[in-house]
């Protein structure tokens, strides 16, 4: 299989980012369709030194933006991640289209509207792209000053968050009744908790959906060592790797917009983004890769 080129994504349209799917779409900057594999930087991001691994994160980067990525996802619960992708941004492997997301995470109201001013300044971007209240905490406070910094034209998209499968309840009734534009929660093939009320609250709603967690943190790898692509998958969807797989998974289903692994390696970042290649799996293809997951 051959890689994934800038202008190959310039076509690519999948089910899930019609706009008739979401009447609140995630565009980039140009008004183009934001392309449904992201990168987290939970964890993989968060460092400062040694040389040799800041290095190493721009290629990563470097990978990410020749295959046509556009969304990275941060946090200031992140560590050093704001810090090191600001330092690390190039406009000319860029090529404006980065698509910045990032998190208010504090229960202060004022601690937060300074979260939103140093993430402009981390990111060096005037204008973020999409802001999240993360993992819900004091919500109704900060959702007040990211509105506020929409209104202002600061901020494109505000959104809230939550991982690990927890307050499902509680963000379903959220995504009833706030104005927002996205939502980001956990859901890959072996956990699908979200199926039974995010997903069908967030497409009802016509929110876009950003997953987290879409290897459940590396965790669907080790059930997969040593075992091979099954041939259908190679046949029928031109999957080639395990990543592409699990990828495929998540962003086919009607409701998901985009999905942000995160990874500290250029070869798995280039890995990741062949999920861009091919078919989208169908509603039966995608029963298929559970029963296929499940036998394993």
């Known amino acids: 299989m051959t890689g994934i080129t800038a202008g190959a994504l310039c076509s690519y349209r999948p089910l899930a980012l019609t706009q008739s799917t979401h009447s609140k779409l995630l565009l980039l900057k140009s008004g183009s369709i934001i392309p449904p594999i992201g990168m987290g930087t939970w964890l993989t991001f968060n460092l400062t030194s040694p040389p040799e691994a800041v290095a190493e994160r721009q290629k990563v980067l470097n990978e990410f933006y020749a295959a046509g990525g556009g969304m990275i996802d941060s946090s ?45 300044d981390l990111w060096k971007e005037p204008v973020l792209d999409l802001v999240y209240v993360h993992n819900l905490l004091n919500w109704e406070s900060h959702l007040k000053t990211l509105q506020a910094a929409k209104d202002a034209r600061k901020v494109r998209y505000i959104g809230l968050t939550t991982s690990h499968g927890r307050r499902h309840e509680q963000m379903e009734n959220l995504i009833k009744t706030q104005n927002i534009d996205a939502v980001q929660f956990s859901y890959n093939i072996l956990d699908r908790a979200a199926e039974n009320r995010l997903l069908p609250a967030a ?52 409701a998901v917009t985009i999905a942000i692994p995160a990874t500290s390696q250029p070869a798995h970042m280039k890995e990741n983004m062949l999920a861009l290649a091919g078919p989208m799996p169908t509603a039966r293809q995608r029963q298929k890769m559970i029963n296929t997951f499940e036998q394993i």
């Open 76 to 120: 200031p619960m992140y560590g050093q991640s704001e810090t090191l992708i600001g330092q690390l941004r190039n406009p000319q492997t860029e090529k404006d289209r980065l698509f910045s997301a990032t998190k208010i995470w504090t229960p202060l109201s004022a601690h937060g509207r300074a979260q939103l001013k140093s993430s402009h």
């Open 203 to 254: 497409k009802d709603n016509g929110l876009s959906v950003i997953i987290n967690r879409p290897f459940m943190t590396g965790g669907l790898f080790r059930q997969v060592k040593d075992q091979l692509i099954p041939e259908w998958a190679k046949q029928e969807l031109n999957i080639e790797s395990w990543a592409a797989f699990f990828l495929k998974f998540v962003t086919s289903h009607p």
